[in-house]
């Protein structure tokens, strides 16, 4: 899929890591559905992108039916569907075993419910769209790109929610991209490291400079227009499949 021929529907795509490969996109032709609950920024993105090319959708991913209802409305406003990808999710940390009372079940199960099935939800609406796209080159519909993280493998204290979500995600890879596979729908997911987005922006710069020193090379925090860089290339290739790919520096998780 060359992106100047993409027409993409962006979950979390008014800021962070959404918004990075929403401008990639843009800058290469593409047309880009944001997905997102801010309509402030989501107002200031489309402006940015330009409502030619942009338009901003308030989406709630766990909710079958809006989901459906503005994914729809995307592919009309984009004169198609053919990629997604999910970039939307919360950090939902807390411990086990809290300071005053265990974990609320609430909140582990509202981590997985953005997380992961939010993920899911978007996923299989965008394919049951994408399944009626005229074929392109090997007969390829569309490309479902979701967002994992390095803590699906080594989650550390107080990540178990976060950690059980993103775990799902790319446990989820590969039988989807099995079963969409005779639609010509590729499904990948990457796993990112330690990304500079607006959790991390908030963080004491010591925090920062330590989350920094942890990663191996190079020894800094990744960039939102990497992940940007990666989704283009997961796009663009079409043998790339059923694949979660790290981007993290090399970086391992501490326990805490």
């Not at 005229?134 to 967002?147: F, K, L, M, Q, S």
Request: glycine content about 12%; charged content about 20%.
């Amino acid at each position: 899929m060359k992106i100047k021929d993409t027409r993409a529907a962006i979950t979390g795509g008014v800021s962070g890591l959404g918004l990075a490969v929403a401008e990639h996109l843009v800058a290469g032709g593409a047309k880009v559905a944001l997905l997102d609950i801010n309509d402030e920024k989501g107002a200031a993105a489309v402006a940015a992108l330009g409502a030619d090319k942009a338009r901003y959708f308030r989406t709630d991913v766990t909710d079958e039916a809006n989901v459906e209802a503005n994914l729809a409305a995307a592919r009309e406003f984009m004169g198609g569907l053919n990629a997604a990808v999910n970039c939307a999710g919360i950090l939902g940390a807390g411990r086990v075993l809290g300071k005053d009372a265990p974990m609320p079940l609430k909140n582990f199960a509202g981590t997985v419910m953005v997380n992961l099935v939010g993920s899911f939800n978007v996923a299989k609406a965008a394919a049951n769209l994408m399944q009626h796209n005229a074929a392109g080159e090997d007969g390829e519909r569309g490309v479902i790109v979701n967002t994992a993280s390095v803590a699906a493998y080594e989650g550390q204290i107080g990540q178990a929610a976060y950690s059980a979500s993103k775990g799902g995600v790319v446990a989820m890879t590969l039988p989807m991209a099995r079963e969409l596979a005779r639609f010509g729908i590729r499904v990948n997911t990457i796993a990112p490291g330690i990304f500079w987005t607006p959790m991390v922006d908030g963080m004491p710069e010591a925090v920062q400079q330590s989350l920094s020193a942890s990663i191996p090379f190079p020894s800094r925090l990744g960039q939102p227009a990497e992940f940007a860089d990666l989704v283009a290339y997961i796009l663009g290739s079409r043998y790339l499949n059923g694949e979660t790919i790290r981007l993290d520096g090399a970086v391992r998780l501490a326990p805490k």
